[in-house]
């Protein structure tokens, strides 16, 4: 009787352990789970989502949203924020090329939609694809973005960047000393690599790269990395 109840015991226990440790990604590299787990007592957050994608699928934000919180998404791609203004109502969504100034670049425009879009040209150049066209497009700052939102005085929790190798122009075009966001989440392409893959990553070039030396002067952290997804902490939530 007793090997019976200790067979239905772990039987159950189990299942809820199953159940209970069951976790959910959104992002395309799940670094959304790590970010969640950090502000797991966090359920009133704000977010920047700067190269946001997709709503839902792909996209670092989601688990955040679902969970009680809203921020600003930004793309460049109209028909991308067209689905985050369905999908995400509680969030201001906006469709710019973020920059480090108010001004205009070339875009290399691969097609509706693409990942790839950019206005790095190194970037573009990498790509074997080659783009279907070269756009004038105008750029704006984050923080002119931010300035004249309904976040403008508010605590600003965490960062995600991922705009094709121009992600430290729209850091540069940022005042992170003003909003100094908790958690800052930023792709890191390093074009030495035959394949962006995470077995491919080398830390060296990580630790060598501007992305990191701009940030760890701005009094962060280089916490953990998935993929090409660099996570960074500032001082004040690693002392709380």
Known sequence: MNNLFKKIYFLINNFYRKKNSKKTSYSLSGVDLLV???????????????????????????????????????????SSIEQFKFSRRRDTNISSCVSSENGEADLFFYHEKSPIN?????VSLHHKAKPKEIRKIKTVTLNSIVENSKFNNRKINFLSVDVEGNEL????????????????????????????????????????????????????????????????????????
Do not use: M
């Open 36 to 78: 969640n787990y950090i502000f797991r007592n966090t359920y009133d957050g704000v977010y920047i989502d700067v190269g946001c994608n997709q709503p839902i699928k792909n996209n670092n934000t989601y688990l955040l949203y679902k969970k009680g919180w809203c921020g600003i998404n930004i793309d460049l791609d109209n």
């Open 118 to 122: 950019t206005i790095n040209k190194i």
């Open 169 to 240: 122009d729209v850091l540069k075009g940022f005042n992170i000393r003003k909003y100094y966001p908790d958690i800052i989440v930023v792709e890191f392409l390093d074009l030495k690599l035959k394949k962006l893959e995470l077995i491919n990553q080398n830390i060296t070039s990580i630790l060598n790269s501007d992305i990191y030396n701009y940030l760890i002067k701005n009094n962060y952290h280089f916490v953990n990395f998935v993929h090409s997804d660099l996570v960074f902490a500032n001082d004040s939530i690693r002392n709380s």
